[in-house]
Each structure stands twice: as structure tokens, then as C-alpha cells.
């Protein structure tokens, strides 16, 4: 999306971008996994899938996406466990905590450009992008989606944008 918004809409629009487009893309991974995913939860796409495949999924499509969360927390989960930061060095001081690591999204791409302080930058960058690009947004995109699942399956829009009079009792009042 964000490749065709900058290679197409952007120019045809007249916008001027100062950043790359993967830089933007960085810095708002969080908006770009998550709004289409929730859009899709709500959506279910199941039922855009032939009939032949969509029948035997069709009374389960409902629990699933609202399970779609949980293979992604897994491998996330997993990841976690795994890291271990690297040990302190002159070079390169502490590693950085766990939580930090997976979920405060690097704002830059790593690339011959931004690397040539090789001192000065984690030497590291490139793996940790990628983590988060390939552990982080899917989890993201799975809470997402069973957010929108949610929402479709218990009507949360209709409930709270419906602007009906609800029933009042119809017991007589005493005058």
C-alpha cells in the first residue's frame, strides 16, 4: 500500500514527501498493520472465498477470527523468550530490554546511507527491523483482526451508532 501511495496517489495528489518511502513506512508501521486488518476482521473475508472452500469454514469462520491473535502471540511469545541481549561492550553499550526490542519500532531503515557510523549506530539494526517488521506487525494484525471479528460478530457498531428509543416499560404510571 504504502509503495503504491507513493509511486501513484503522492504524485498524481501533487504531495511532496520528504522521507523514503520505507522510512514512512516505518514510522507508522503501527497504522499500516493495523487499520486494514481491523477493515478485514470486520469484513470476514471468508465469504469472498469460493463456495467450495468457504462452506467447511463457514460455521467456524466466526471463533476463528476471533482466534486469529493467537498463533501470532505464540511466535511472539516464543521470540521473546529467545532474545537474550547482547552483553555489554565499549562499542556498543547494554542491550536493550525485551519489550523495548520488539515494540518501540525503529523510525529508520537501515541502509548503506544511515550505516557508514558504524560505531555509532546498533549494530544490530538490521536483524531488530526485520523482527519487528516479520514478529511485531503480524501480531499486531492478528489482535486487529480479531478485534474486527469482534466487532462484527456482536454488532458493536449498530449497538453504539444506532440512535433508537428503547422500549420504556409499559407499566401504567400513577398519577
Known sequence: MVYHW????????????????????LQHLELVTVIPALFVGYLNVARLLPAAVRMPIAERSDSMG???WAFPALVLAYQ??????????????AGLPKVRYFFE????????R??????????????????QMVVTAPFYAGVAYSLGAVVRKYALLTRLFTFE???????PSRS
Do not use: C
Open 6 to 25: 507513493f509511486g501513484w496517489v503522492a504524485p498524481r495528489l501533487h504531495t511532496s514527501i520528504s522521507i523514503p518511502a520505507t522510512d514512512w513506512y
Open 105 to 112: 519500532i525503529q523510525k529508520v531503515m537501515p541502509n548503506l
Open 114 to 131: 544511515n550505516f557508514r557510523d558504524l560505531f555509532a549506530n546498533d549494530p544490530l539494526q538490521t536483524l531488530r527491523v526485520l523482527t
Open 80 to 93: 521473546m523468550v529467545r532474545y537474550h541481549p547482547p552483553s555489554a561492550s565499549v562499542l556498543y553499550g
Open 165 to 171: 428509543k428503547h422500549e420504556e416499560s409499559t407499566t
Open 66 to 68: 476471533m482466534w486469529a
